[in-house]
């Protein structure tokens, strides 16, 4: 077995680079931003594994299904082996944090709060620091200023598609399981029917069999147009024969890591085209690390909102908070449920208060603290 890293400006070099010298076995094992000390030499760090050649021909006839099982056993531990290292980074994090300097007890405190809510430790303490600037300057409580302060720092906008002379037109992106079809199915109802505006339903998931056939069924129920779309001139075509209706839905596949080319290709299919609006479409429940890493591998398709999705499922959402600051993109949609349309509803910057959780991370703050 041979791993190796490679250090790159984006994942479709690194591909290329894995295959020139790897081979077409390369397996993709996981995909991060590069460490400070390596910033130089790449914006990302992608790792590769595959079994060497020597292995390859020493073994004898009918092991290959043995060696593929052998990759699949390696690759689960390396990733349990990064988990393992993550909660224990996170941790030496939280307790360097607390360990800090701090004005008062007051300030101790909030400062556990945002960490019990899974806050970024480096973001805890940059909204401490400037909450309590807020609060010397306009006499607040700091817990006032901290609250104020985050909410200042919580980009919401409800609003979907880009109003012009043709349709709105929004696609949402994102992993396989993250809800998008029963999200576009929400959106089409709440956004369109409801508001009596005539709506269509395209997907671009033509990847996997039946793809499409889920998306098809909602649209018979709900009486909408429904189109499948396999390639960039398809939807454009598809686009320009909608012009005249209020509002196009895409549903797109969930790629997976290891297809990356595959969705750098969709990717540019969408990207052409100037009058569409990208979503990308995320668990709550995700761990916080895979969620960076899943934000990264939707890069190029450029989303300009987020939406979190099975918010019922989610212990803490200070993962979501610290993903939605990183990268700067107001959360358009929250979703907390299977039902349609229900369990959907506008982001606002209350409703992301509430759902970090920070008076109840505060209450047990106090009380582990008497």
């Known amino acids: 077995m041979r791993i190796k890293s490679y250090f790159v400006p984006d994942v479709a070099a690194a591909l290329r680079l894995a295959r020139q010298e790897l081979g077409p076995e390369a397996v993709l094992l996981e995909t991060r931003p590069a460490p400070q000390e390596a910033a130089h030499l790449g914006r990302y760090e992608v790792i590769f594994a595959t079994s060497p050649s020597a292995l390859e021909r ?14 699949e056993s390696l690759i689960r531990e390396v990733g349990r082996l990064r988990r393992e290292l993550e909660r224990v980074r996170a941790s030496m994090a939280r307790a360097n944090l607390l360990a800090g300097p701090v004005t008062g007890a007051d300030e101790g405190r909030l400062l556990a709060g945002l960490l019990e809510a899974e806050l970024e430790p480096d973001l805890a303490r940059e909204v401490l620091e400037a909450a309590r600037a807020r609060s010397s ?33 929004v696609a949402l992106v994102g992993p396989s399981g993250s809800g998008k079809t029963t999200t576009l199915v929400k959106l089409a109802v709440r956004e ?17 069999v039946g793809g499409a056939e889920q998306l098809r069924q909602f649209a018979a129920i709900l009486g909408l147009p429904f189109r499948a779309v396999t390639s960039g001139h398809g939807l454009e075509q598809a686009l320009r024969e909608s012009v005249r209706k209020d509002l196009v839905l895409i549903d797109t596949p969930g790629f997976n890591a290891a297809e990356q080319e595959e969705a750098a290709e969709m990717a540019r299919w969408l990207c052409s085209q100037p009058e569409l609006e990208c979503h ?25 909102k987020l939406i979190f999705t099975r918010l019922d499922e989610a212990g803490s959402c200070g993962a979501l908070w610290s993903l939605m600051m990183r990268l700067a993109k107001p959360v358009s949609f929250l979703c907390g449920g299977q039902r349609i349309p229900e369990d959907i509803e506008a982001a606002t910057a209350v409703r992301m208060l509430e759902l970090l959780g920070l008076k109840g991370c505060l209450h047990r703050a106090v009380g582990a603290a008497a």
């Open 58 to 71: 020493s073994q004898p006839a009918g092991s290959a299904e043995d060696g593929d099982r052998a990759l």
């Open 137 to 169: 300057s306009l006499g607040l409580e700091l817990q006032q200023a901290v609250e104020d302060e985050l909410a200042s720092r919580c980009a919401t906008d409800g609003r979907i598609g880009r109003r012009g002379q043709g349709a709105r037109v």
């Open 280 to 304: 990308l479409v995320l668990t709550s429940s995700t761990r916080p690390a895979d969620l960076w890493r899943v934000a990264e591998r939707f890069e190029p398709f450029r989303a300009s």
């Open 192 to 208: 369109g029917i409801a508001q009596r505006q005539s709506v269509e339903l395209l997907s671009l998931d033509n990847y996997r």
